[in-house]
């Protein structure tokens, strides 16, 4: 019996949809860099160019965008050699195995994921009509997840439901056709709020914010005019820090003393919410200002060279995900004829 054990495949992808933010850092990208590190995981990191589309299409934006991410996973330490990093329009059979997903889910599954109801409802303040494929994305994440086989994937608390459907999907995959697919499951990283209310920090929620590479200037900005418990109107009004956003912060920037500095002095009002702020600030600083150095650096490198990578890592990708897709069609009595 072979009892040498089984590698974990770790998959997350990034959407090209702007500047990649404190969210997606603390969310995901710090998870992978984490998971590279280990011997006993395969590690597949993708700028999800596909799910780019699903409000709006704009090639220039998404081309950018998907040279950026790479750039950006090279700042944060992803390393080519370690991880297989791609960009998914390289892998044209997930939208092969997409669609046969498409064939095992119900409209009613997709139409009731809260991403989705969100999303539909933001597209229709903008004037537009949510599409087609806004509605099936989760779908594609499944293939995406399943089409390497992978059994951790490191997201935000927002992505949470789509592995759970990507978990389904395998469960109900192995049940009708034989065991193909392992089922996955989430590793949750921090979630990161707006600064300037409700809701998380979004790149195509329309808020303010706070990139990975951002100025310090801009940074002291948005963190000193960030919105607090409106409880706190005067220095000597008590606050809760349950219902303000820079104690979340706290929560996940700062040491344990300043966390328990910062919410007793809150709530007896011996702080005010400019004091607790500089904290915040002085530890967001710390974090982002070897990121900004890298980033600098990682701008420097050619198109070229980054395409280079995403075709090796595509290629590598893509010999599996074909070896599986072709395996799933097979059962499916689909075969290459
Ligand atoms: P968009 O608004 O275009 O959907 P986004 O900011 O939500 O962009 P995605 O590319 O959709 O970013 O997500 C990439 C990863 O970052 C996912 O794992 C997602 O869960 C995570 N993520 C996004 N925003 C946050 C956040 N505010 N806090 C924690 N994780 C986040
Ligand atoms: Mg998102």
Redesign the pocket.
Known sequence: MNDQKQKEVVL?G??A??SI?L??Y???IQQFVKFQDDPDVDCFFFI?NLHSITEKIEPDLVLKGTRDITRVFLAAGLDPEKSTIYAQSSIPELCELSWLFNCMVTVPTVANMPHFKEKKDLMQSRGTKETAGLLTYPILMAADILGVNGTIVP?????EYHVELARDIARSFNSKFGDLFTLPAASI?????SLQGSG??????GGQTIAINIAADELKKIVLTAMTDPARARRTDPGDPRNCNVASYHHIFSSTDEVTWAEAGCMNASIGCIDCKKVVLKNLEALIAPLRERYEEVARIPDKEIDEILHEGGIKARKIVMAVVGEAKERMGLPFF
Request: avoid cysteine; charged fraction near 20%; glycine fraction near 22%.
């Open positions: 997350s990034i959407r949809t702007g933010h969210g997606n603390s969310g995901a999800a997201v935000g608390k927002d992505q990283g921090d979630f990161i709020p998380k920090m979004g790149k195509s929620s």
